[in-house]
């Protein structure tokens, strides 16, 4: 997928929402990581992203938060509110808004409709740009996009991947850890750099002889 079309067009859109914490968004949802999520939640909660996917995703699987079995709630919420909020998902971030990206690289924008009880207030002051800005939501946008592409790139080498290789898309901390022991290198402490290191590494297991895709 190359550049997005003209994204600051659909982000002209008159939008605004003002959330008034009260958690009913935090429910019965669906709630999906990707590695660069997962990392920063994992290194807000002092672990590991290989605990992190143990403890805190579905299965121990790596792509979705746990949810509570007697409410159906988001792990991370708590009595006094969100207690990962400065390192939320994507998806948290932009609610109650949606984003996808088409095949052609166009974004679009969808409303999701606002629990019935909802306490979050809407209005159509200032635009979707500016709700993006406010939520701190471009380097996680960021990120999306590109693992989204590796997956589409990498969609005949995961077919045939073994599990441990597999495992590096979703524990950054390991692919990065054992890439640094082969090669010397010291790890880089910044989660941006870090991010970049582990898409690097990624596509090397693609592009290696006899693989499909070249990173571009």
Not at 35 to 55: D, H, I, S, V, W
Request: glycine content about 8%; some cysteine; overall charge negative.
């Amino acid at each position: 997928m190359g550049a997005l079309q003209q994204p600051e067009a659909a982000r002209a859109e008159a939008f605004g929402y003002v959330c008034r914490a009260c958690s009913r968004c935090c429910r019965h949802k669906v709630i999906q990581v990707n590695p660069y999520e997962a990392a920063r939640l994992a290194r807000l909660k002092g672990m590991t992203t290989g605990e992190f996917r143990a403890a805190c995703t579905e299965r121990g699987e790596g792509a979705v938060l746990r949810r509570t079995e007697d409410t159906d709630t988001c792990v991370f919420l708590t009595a006094k509110g969100c207690s990962v909020h400065s390192d939320r998902p994507l998806v948290c971030r932009l609610y109650p808004l949606g984003r996808r990206v088409a095949e052609g690289g166009t974004e679009e924008w969808l409303h999701a409709a606002p629990h019935p009880q909802s306490a979050g207030e809407y209005s159509k002051q200032g635009t979707i740009a500016d709700y993006i800005a406010a939520q701190g939501a471009l380097p996680f946008m960021q990120a999306a996009d590109a693992y989204a592409q590796w997956v589409r790139d990498a969609n005949a080498y995961l077919e045939t991947a073994e599990d441990a290789a597999a495992d590096d898309l979703v524990d950054m901390d390991g692919a990065i850890a054992r890439h640094c022991e082969e090669t010397g290198a010291a790890e880089p402490a910044d989660i941006e750099q870090r991010r970049l290191l582990h898409m690097e590494i990624l596509y090397r297991q693609i592009n290696q002889p006899g693989g499909r895709h070249e990173h571009g």
